[in-house]
């Protein structure tokens, strides 16, 4: 990888950029802003100011000849990717990018009722956002057929890390499920998913898709409870699902309604990656340790 372009340059996407400026890759990040962009550039790379949920206000971008790390989310409302529609229409017989990376999520499994999710598993989107996400994951798969680019998606689970931790729910007193209601989740540490990232972009074949987990199974309240242990604070109160629909929002609701256990052995053999963090307390203690 010598020409980088990463769409959506946040936590994981500064994280990868990084690893590759390490790598004497040339990267170039897309950004909503100016502040955004001088954090960047001082660290680096070069920027790009635009907005893919507009078009007209979109910049051209060196996608030709370049892994692409798209790394950016949905915009909210309806079932489309209307920033995915602005990005694919800049792609063409001869601006077409060396290999493309794509973040989407678990979520597009929908509810699985706690049973182990392979990626041979049907889609079953349930929410607005996870259908966005299958529609963009289609877009992307349209244009590499048509255009003859190697796509990789890689499907993630909940994602923690420094700087990625309920702190502010737990100080808020927010409750959480009964531990015995509570759905089966997985997680994946910050640092883990940026390594597969690039993992991906170096050995992911055309077409391949892998679930990101640590393979960990556990709950949102289990996940709640360490965190309240490793900060020394009080755990969160555990409520019925019945006193969960009258307090919580609808977001966190939906985030409760969907229940699966993320099979994450293709990942672990084909991009032949030892994970850093593989439990959940290796990846807390981690997060104590380097803030």
Known sequence: MRDVLIIGCGDIGGRVARMLLEKQAAVTALVRSEEKAAELRAAGLATLIGNLDYGEDTPELPINGATVFYLAPPPGGGF?????????????????????VYLSTSGVYGDCGGAVVTEATPLNPQTSRAKRRVDAERQLQEAARTYGFPLVILRVTGIYGPNRLPLARLHQGHPVLREEEAPRTNRIHSVDLARICLAAAEKGAAGDIFNVSDGQESTMTRYFNAVADLYELPRPQQISREEARQVMNPLMLSYLNESRRMDNRKLLEKLDIALLYPTLETGLKACREDP
Not at 82 to 89: A, L, P, T
């Open 80 to 100: 489309s990717d209307y920033r995915m529609i602005n990005f694919c229409r800049r792609i063409a017989a001869d601006n077409r990018p060396e290999k493309m």
